[in-house]
């Protein structure tokens, strides 16, 4: 009769080691750890990487203030409910019925949607309108998230480009209108 000898389990090598971001990634922005430690998916703490978004960086540099951050994020979530980004994927909640679409089929959006929609109306015309740089650079920096050298390079302004020192300008200027507009209207 045989023995059995105890079977060890190896650890692979990647259960004990970090995951650290790809160079991909880190060539894509500002990326950090978490301060504190979180649950992950089952339950064990773990601190993961996020990206640090234009509002982040511009606190932490003294560009603007505490509010004026505040002001811009609550302006993206603004934005984010009343569902202006262009990009959209499919709702699998809905049963799909031939080729009709929801916006053909006279479906009107939520009344919680239009109230976030008539917020960032109102804020975009407190950063003077849609047409103007402030309101333009809410519109794709902050609700949109693309980077302020993005805006700088591919939008301009009035049929000219900037910088993205002036794109910075712009923003912050704006910031400083909405948090008075949110200031006002709360």
């Known amino acids: 009769m045989q023995r059995h000898r105890p079977v060890r389990v190896a650890r692979s090598a990647e259960e004990g080691a970090e995951i650290s971001p790809t160079p991909e990634r880190c060539r894509n ?14 339950g064990r703490p773990s601190r993961p990487y996020r990206s640090v978004d ?33 990009l959209k994927a499919f709702d699998i909640s809905r049963a799909r019925v ?28 407190a950063a003077g309108g849609p047409d103007s740089a402030g309101g333009s650079c809410l519109w794709h920096v902050l609700g949109w998230e693309r980077s302020l050298k993005e805006c700088a390079l591919e939008l301009g302004w009035s049929g000219r480009r900037v910088s993205q020192e ?12 909405l948090e008075a507009h949110f200031a006002k209207h709360r």
């Open 54 to 86: 234009t509002l982040a960086v511009m606190e932490r540099r003294d560009s603007i203030t505490a509010g004026m951050r505040q002001a811009g994020e609550d302006f993206r979530a603004c934005f984010a409910t009343a569902q202006l980004d262009p």
């Open 98 to 125: 031939g080729r009709v679409s929801a916006s053909s089929s006279g479906e009107q959006p939520s009344i919680h949607i239009e109230r976030a929609r008539e917020m960032v109306w109102r804020a975009l015309l």
């Open 166 to 177: 002036t794109a910075s300008g712009i923003l912050i200027a704006a910031l400083g209108a």
């Open 29 to 42: 922005g500002v990326i950090e750890r978490l301060e504190r430690p979180i649950g992950d998916d089952k």
